[in-house]
């Protein structure tokens, strides 16, 4: 981090520019989060640093903060506390980015977005008001008690309906008033105004898709505009009905939350980031507005607990996670209590995974940090996969026909098969790169993909009654040669038949960390946790091209007592 702080300062301003917008990610992938932090804040709070730099800054910062690498309270530190920027562009930046961060420190971002509606720059005021109309709207989707929605949802109309006024042809203003005016009529029973309110939006959001070249959206959209008809048509139905209200304003929300998660994806595309943040970024559990956003993962919970059997452990789970304790002390003990539930609905997870994940989101309220692990562990992904693996060889090792003198393919397929059981795709014995002569294509044991047909993993597997050399070196070098995308994680399981199975153990692992290898081994890990004398693993540290990868070795005993 000094070298990139002691280059940018010998650049010039447009040299800064192009650091800041094209260069950042691939330079800072390595560096501490602290130092980080400083090296922007730095950068905003220095007078005398060009006004576009420090724009470009704000947004590096926002980036970080979405990619879950600065915290948010870091990111609140540098747009509260040490704010001191007049110019007009940066503060609507500031108020953008505060609303993202607004349920980390609501009361106090709320307090600023109130004091800009008093400035005399219409900019600024119309985006306070713009944003302050968002998170009324917010509060009035969500609310338990119909008059407090109703009041809330009144603020929000008014708010975004100041905002275009303030300055004219703000779409986003305008839509959106139109859909709390008509969500205002539905909870008030206003029938007559339902029709040409509907057609009026719906004229609107087509208005937003036929003028962007960015179709994604346009699925979210649609949904907003079914929330609103299912509205009304409860509305039109059963007027009483505040329960069927609550689920569909919920839903309501949940829409408005993928559209503004998209948006957020979109922004990070287009942000120059490196493979390694390309990489979390397309994987399927990266939800930059959600992770912010508890509020948006409520409505997702009571979402999901429509779709699930209300008797299931799942539905039990995000029952009691939605009534979490606002007591400190309560919330804690309710914390440890779900926790274990959590193990419990996810067996094959170790307690190691589990915790390590909530460290992971360690910035976030306690629910919103239970509701992400529940929702990484509900979806097969290369977090568990070491888990579900060794689950795999343990049932694998149950099965006694499967002992002694056994075709290794017969065992890949039954591992393949509980892999499959367990959610995640597979291609099994897939012809994919090249064999190790580098003649023709080669043959992959087990080839683990995610439900997004992303590759995750590589599983190359070999019978061993002693520890040949020669065939070791051959499975464990032609790993790296299947593996043309360089996977954080791949496996190499051993079915041992040896006489004497410590012994063994022993003598692989002691070959495995002598061994040459095509990508320099950085260390050794033993895995001290697993509890089994029939089963052992330990992972090996290779540097493949600047980045850290892991081969993990499960070797067990399959010989006969």
């Known amino acids: 981090m000094a070298n990139i702080v002691h280059n940018y300062n010998y650049m010039s301003v447009p040299e800064r520019m192009g650091f800041m917008s094209v260069d950042f990610f691939t330079q800072i992938q390595r560096a501490d989060v602290q130092q980080l932090n400083g090296f922007l804040l730095g950068i905003i709070s220095d007078q005398k640093e060009n006004s576009y730099v420090k724009g470009l800054a704000i947004d590096r910062l926002m980036d970080l903060v979405f990619l879950g690498t600065i915290k948010c309270r870091q990111a609140l530190s540098i747009l509260i506390d040490n704010w001191s920027l007049d110019e007009v562009h940066l503060n609507v930046k500031r108020i953008k980015s505060l609303y993202f961060l607004y349920e980390h420190s609501s009361q106090e971002i709320e307090t600023l977005l109130i004091q800009y509606l008093s400035n005399d720059e219409a900019e600024l005021s119309a985006e306070a008001s713009f944003h302050l109309g968002l998170i009324n709207m917010q509060k009035g989707l969500l609310s338990l008690d119909q008059s407090t929605s109703i009041y809330s949802l009144e603020k929000s109309k008014a708010e975004f309906l100041s905002a275009s006024q303030i300055i004219e042809n703000r779409v986003d203003a305008n839509i959106f008033s139109k859909i709390i005016s008509l969500t205002l009529d539905i909870l008030k029973n206003v029938t007559d105004s339902l029709v040409n309110g509907l057609k009026e939006i719906g004229d609107l959001l087509f208005k937003i898709e036929g003028f962007s070249f960015n179709f994604r959206n346009g699925p979210f959209y649609t949904g907003f505009y079914r929330v609103l008809q299912g509205l009304a048509n409860i509305s039109v139905q059963n007027p009483r009905s505040w329960l069927d209200y609550r689920l569909e304003l919920s839903n309501l929300f949940q829409q408005y939350a993928l559209i503004q998660n998209q948006e957020i994806k979109d922004r990070l595309q287009l942000s120059s980031l490196s493979g ?264 090996v540290v290779h540097e493949r091209n ?12 399959l010989l006969f007592n």
């Open 546 to 557: 600047s980045m850290e990868i892991n081969m993990h070795h499960i070797v067990i005993n």
């Open 276 to 539: 390694s943040f390309l990489e979390k970024l397309n994987t399927a559990f990266f939800d930059p507005f959600f992770t912010l956003n508890f509020s948006a993962d409520k409505s997702r919970i009571s979402s999901r607990l429509i779709e699930v059997d209300q008797n299931s452990p799942e539905a039990i789970f995000l029952n009691k996670l939605l009534a979490l304790s606002g007591d400190e002390v309560k919330k804690k003990a309710d914390n440890e209590a779900l926790k274990k539930e959590l193990m419990k609905l996810f067996s094959p997870v170790g307690e190691d995974t589990i915790n390590s994940l909530l460290l992971q989101f360690s910035d976030l309220d306690i629910q919103a940090r239970l509701f992400k692990v529940f929702e990484i562990l509900s979806k097969p992904s290369a977090v568990q996969l070491d888990d579900v693996i060794i689950r795999c060889c343990l049932m694998l090792q149950s099965m006694r026909s499967y002992y002694g003198n056994c075709l290794e393919d017969d065992r890949n397929t039954i591992i393949a098969n509980l892999l499959e059981s367990a959610g995640y795709l597979l291609k099994d014995q897939t012809r994919r790169s090249i064999t190790q002569t580098g003649k023709s294509a080669g043959e992959i044991d087990v080839f683990i993909e995610d439900i997004n047909h992303n590759p995750i993993s590589i599983i190359e597997a070999l019978n061993l009654s002693s520890v040949d050399k020669s065939y070791i070196e051959l499975h464990i070098d032609k790993i790296f040669t299947y593996d043309a995308n360089g996977l954080k994680d791949n496996y190499v399981i051993v079915y041992s038949t040896a006489a004497n199975f410590g012994s063994f153990y022993n003598r692989y692992r002691d070959f495995v960390k002598s061994h040459i290898f095509k990508y320099p081994l950085k260390s050794l890990k033993e895995n001290t946790q697993l509890p089994y004398a029939e089963l052992k693993s330990f992972t």
